[in-house]
């Protein structure tokens, strides 16, 4: 799909694919041969794929530099973002399922069945509105945008700002990480209250499920506590039909982190997306959606072998049933 975008995108072919602007019909000529444009489309698709596993993923229309140097930028920031927020889906939205799971059809089940569900109905780029009102126009308590303050030079060696700190020197280390967590604090609730209200809801359905379970109803008859069934039975049970939902919040939770991007003027893949829409920067485009979906389908991949590997007896299980 990313080589067909070459054609689709409005423009020179040749400038969608390389984001190479010819000077002469010469330059022209020797950059269609170089990149075999004047041959099938088999052989233009093959050396397309050749090209990319060799690190030329040709440049950027608006800056001129070369687009797996920007990847390299920007993507860290928006992987950064959505792992943060996935951890605070997994610390608190998880253990909040179980505890609604357990307290199934009690008033406090109900109370965060209903707000969650009231969390998760929010759209992503309002709820991020709503905390920059609140949060940072009227009580000044948190930045307004961007990764770090200009009082900070730091290096960006990994992309990851939390690490690039740690490796920095001469510099208030202490500081430098209350201001990168402030920055952070706003966008990383954002994207994470909508994850994490998905997660109380799989969650606690899972644990209803699991607690209405035969083995459950025998291990109470013997007398066996509440605790130990929990610890023994319930919490491993429950807990393996969450992991392949997990590969589907990937990724909702990708998506809402480039919105969100946007918004806070977060360096990620997001916003230097939406701005290559704005400079009809075709090549950028291109390049851009084929990471974002590599990272995708890689993180989905990575959570279902995860997933095969702590229950092995599921790839058995499905094998007997076919």
């Known amino acids: 799909m990313s080589f067909s975008l070459v054609y689709l995108f409005p423009g020179d072919v040749l400038e969608n694919l390389t984001g190479i602007v010819p000077q002469n019909e010469i330059q022209r000529e020797a950059l269609m041969r170089q990149f075999r444009l004047d041959q099938p489309y088999v052989v233009q698709f093959f050396y397309y794929l050749s090209s990319l596993l060799q690190g030329d993923w040709g440049y950027s229309l608006a800056s001129g530099l070369p687009l797996r140097e920007e990847i390299g930028i920007a993507m860290p920031a928006t992987i950064e973002l959505s792992t943060y927020a996935m951890l605070m889906a997994l610390f608190i939205g998880i253990p909040l399922g179980y505890y609604a799971g357990l307290k199934s059809y009690s008033t406090t089940d109900h109370t965060i069945n209903a707000l969650s569900i009231t969390t998760y109905s929010f759209p992503v780029f309002w709820l991020a509105l709503i905390l920059i009102l609140f949060f940072s126009l009227h009580l000044d308590i948190a930045p307004l945008s961007g990764r770090l303050s200009l009082l900070f030079d730091i290096e ?163 094998r007997a049933t076919v």
């Open 156 to 318: 960006p060696v990994t992309g990851f700002v939390l690490i690039d700190i740690m490796l920095a020197e001469d510099i208030d280390h202490g500081l430098a990480y209350r201001d990168a967590i402030s920055h952070l604090a706003l966008p990383t609730l954002a994207i994470g209250a909508i994850t994490t209200a998905s997660m109380v809801r799989i969650t606690r359905r899972s644990v209803i499920d699991v607690i209405h379970r035969p083995y459950i109803v025998a291990a109470r008859s013997r007398g066996v506590s509440e605790w130990q069934i929990f610890f023994r039975h319930v919490l491993r049970n429950a807990l393996l039909p969450i992991l392949p939902l997990m590969a589907i919040q990937i990724t909702t939770l990708i998506t809402n982190a480039m919105i969100v991007e946007t918004l806070f003027s977060w360096p990620g893949i997001g916003s230097w997306l939406i701005q290559a829409i704005y400079q009809r920067d075709f090549p950028a485009l291109r390049v851009g959606m084929l990471a974002v979906s590599t990272l995708v389908i890689t993180l989905t991949i990575m959570v279902d072998l995860f997933n095969r590997i702590i229950d092995p007896s599921r790839e058995k299980y499905e």
